[in-house]
């Protein structure tokens, strides 16, 4: 029987960034109905710092994130709350950002730009 734990490394796999994911563990492995709770976590979770979130607008898409919802014992009312519920990362938030020094140049010049040009 697929596990929470696999649930997780599988969606990591597929591009999605988990934060809260110790809130998010906690949680859901005190029920027994782990997928549940990860659906409300999905719906709701942002005032507990659970997030489920996209670092590539491309990737994963909504089908990509229901193929591996199917894989789980979901609801079928909880099915999509995780891929509705998954959000494109803000690039502050993001670990390129974070790691690639000419993404940081490239977003800090986009900044720069805009700014700019919201300001005239």
Sequence with gaps: MPTLHDFLD???????????????????LSVSDWPAKVAELAR???????RFLRVNPQQPTDEEISRIVRGYNFAPGDSNAVADNTMLMDPDESPHALHDPAFAARLN????HFNGRSSS
Excluded at 12 to 28: C, D, F, M, N, R
């Design 10 to 28: 599988e969606m990591k796999s597929a591009g999605v960034v988990i934060t809260g994911e110790a809130i998010l563990l906690e949680q859901a």
């Design 44 to 50: 709701m979770g942002l005032k507990f710092g659970v």
């Design 109 to 112: 010049s986009l900044r720069e």
